[in-house]
């Protein structure tokens, strides 16, 4: 079975390899951005899953969310922040620090709100 790729988006170079480690533990294939103009640039091919972080240096990790999901409807989309989640976010949102079981646990909720259609932008 191929694995599932994860573009995660994360400026915190100590926290994008934690989680990019995290990810492979897991057994996603990972795509890695610290900028919403890298994670732009690594878009293709869409990536099943995206994990990105609210506060980026060239802009919100919410916009760069609802800008992949309006153009890869299928890609499971997790939003994570030092902050407590806005109950507004379409997505699914996970607070940091996160443990394995977390991230997995949001993914996995992600993956099924894509799947029912329940994200929208």
């Known amino acids: 079975m191929e694995s599932l790729t994860v573009l995660l988006v994360e400026d915190d170079e100590f926290v994008r390899t934690v989680t990019a480690h995290l990810l492979a533990e897991l057994g996603y294939q990972i795509r890695e951005a610290a900028t919403v103009a890298a994670a732009l640039a690594a878009l293709a091919p869409a990536p099943d899953i995206l994990v990105t972080d609210i506060g980026l240096p060239d802009g919100d990790g919410r916009d760069l969310a609802r800008y992949i999901h309006a153009r890869a409807p299928r890609t499971a989309i997790v939003i994570a922040s030092g902050y407590a989640p806005r109950h507004s976010d379409p ?8 443990s394995l079981a977390t991230l997995a646990c949001a993914i996995t909720d992600a993956r099924d709100a894509c799947l029912q259609g329940l994200q929208a932008a």
């Open 91 to 98: 997505f699914t949102s996970i607070t940091k620090p996160y």
